[in-house]
């Protein structure tokens, strides 16, 4: 699969430029095939410590660059990234398992991010502070300093620049370890992209590695914000790390999301939109629909159509743009959504669909007759698992959706909006969605997760004002016997 713009980075990592990494090599391999694809270079510390010193120097300069000129740079990252969409959306399916819509959506948005973050760096960050003794008194915002990203392999470039692009646009150098399993399509092409966009060298380095090593990022003292996307128990982990050495820690965590679907709609738009909410790539996203609330009244008739949804699916090989269903990531999470559903039924669940996978590609599945300790419905499964639970009450619904340890998002389907609304207020999650699945994102919108969905501050927007500066307060006073 090696074409011209990959021969820079083949078995290498980005440290201001191409080079040998210190940890050796991996290869890259497609999981629809098992097919290796072409092979990175691996971090080991001597990297990391070269980055960070690269990072300092690097952003020391850059944030003396006025505004309007990081911008600038920030919108041609975004024009180089969408003139090069074809070849990234091709690694995204690839290396990543994802379908030809699923790769083009994080595509599109990473492009989108990329503009939204040439908007932030020319935003007001100062605010005049009212006094009474005269003096001029006012907050203004500074970078942070040198980030530090770890990000997964589900939506690896969406998550990477969501944290990189605004990071970089207010002034910050960003270190980036992407997950191995997608070094190319979360780093290597992001690193190529902000090469040929002209990126001042140190301000990005993209260093691919394991565990190991990303504990050495977030502990290292030469990073003051952690941008970590993953597990809550890795989160947990990380936040305690970067707590070490005082670096703030932005946490994007796991989530179970409910989806509560009141009488009054139509069973047919509902079933679709908890099918996406539940299959769409896989299941693997932090927001997918976990758990489906279903008003006893309508539950059978939601349940066979949404089966039928997902048996209607088409699986295969994502390079098919008629394929609907991708390969889970690898061996190990596969084994993990069928181990849970493999328990689920176990314990008493009733399996109406799927619960059968051939190599890497399972098959989506609906779980009936679960209660609040299946284990399919209590944990994040990370897979095209929809467990439906029926409801009497809204009362029931509302103790149903806050009894988990997430709080990521939530999906509310109802005829009434007003009374979709007063429900949300009632269940704490990051997001709320009314008459839509739980799956969504903006550039421009404060994402973020409450409970053990997680911690820090949010991402999008504003919000990123927040994340990746520092607020510092200035006095101003006539100097003494001036006049």
């Excluded at 410590?49 to 911008?71: C, F, K, N």
């Excluded at 002034?171 to 002209?198: F, T």
């Excluded at 061996?331 to 689920?344: A, G, H, I, P």
């Amino acid at each position: 699969m090696t074409s011209p713009s990959t021969q820079n980075w083949s078995n290498k990592v980005y440290l201001g430029n191409w080079r040998a990494g210190s940890g050796g090599v991996q290869d890259v391999v497609e999981p629809a095939t098992g097919q290796t694809l072409d092979t990175v270079g691996l971090s080991g510390v001597e990297d990391l410590d070269m980055a960070v010193d690269l990072a300092r120097t690097a952003q020391s300069q850059w944030a003396l660059v006025p505004q309007e000129d990081r911008a600038a740079m920030m919108r041609h990252v975004g024009e180089t990234l969408r003139a090069a969409k074809d070849e990234v959306v091709t690694w995204l399916i690839r290396e990543g398992g994802g379908t030809h819509e699923k790769a083009e959506f994080e595509t599109d948005l990473a492009i989108r991010e990329c503009f939204a973050a040439a908007a932030l760096a020319i935003h007001s960050t100062g605010d005049v502070i009212s006094t009474d003794s005269g003096e001029l008194t006012y907050s203004v915002r500074i970078p942070a300093g040198v980030l530090g990203v770890i990000t997964p392999f589900n939506a690896p470039l969406q998550l990477a620049v969501h944290s990189i692009a605004p990071a970089i646009a207010l002034g910050n150098a960003a270190i980036l370890k992407p997950d191995p399993r997608a070094a190319v399509s979360g780093g290597m092409m992001l690193a190529m992209i902000c090469e040929q966009a002209g990126l001042p060298a140190g301000l990005l380095s993209v260093l691919p590695g394991g565990a190991e090593f990303g504990e050495a990022l977030v502990a290292h003292p030469g990073i003051d914000v952690i941008s970590f996307t993953g597990s809550t128990r890795a989160g947990k982990a990380v936040g305690q790390a970067a707590a070490s050495h005082l670096a703030k820690a932005h946490l994007e965590l796991g989530g179970n999301s409910a989806l509560i679907v009141l009488p009054g709609v139509d069973i047919d738009w509902a079933a679709h939109l908890g099918a996406r909410g539940s299959f769409f790539h896989q299941g693997q996203i932090c927001m997918a629909t976990g758990r489906h609330l279903v008003h006893e009244s309508i539950i059978d008739a939601y349940v066979a159509r949404l089966a039928q949804i997902g048996e209607s699916l088409l699986i295969g090989d994502p390079t098919n743009q008629e394929v609907q269903i991708g390969p889970i990531i690898d061996e190990r999470q596969r084994d993990r959504v069928d181990s849970l559903v493999t328990q689920s039924v176990a314990a008493g669940a009733t399996l109406v669909s799927g619960g059968t996978f051939e190599g890497l590609f399972y098959r989506p599945t609906v779980l009936t007759d679960v209660g609040p300790t299946t284990p399919a419905y209590t944990e994040e499964v990370f897979g095209p698992v929809a467990c439906v639970r029926s409801f009497a009450t809204e009362e029931e619904a509302i103790a149903m959706a806050c009894d988990s340890e997430y709080g990521l998002t939530l999906g509310i389907l109802t005829p009434d909006i007003a009374r979709g609304l007063a429900l949300a207020e009632q269940i704490p999650t990051g997001a709320v969605h009314i008459n839509d699945q739980t799956i969504a994102d903006s550039p421009l919108a404060p994402m973020g997760g409450v409970r053990a969905s997680g911690s820090g501050s949010h991402f999008g927007g504003t919000a990123n004002l927040d994340a990746f500066t520092e607020t510092r307060w200035v006095t101003v006073k006539s100097a003494h016997g001036a006049g």
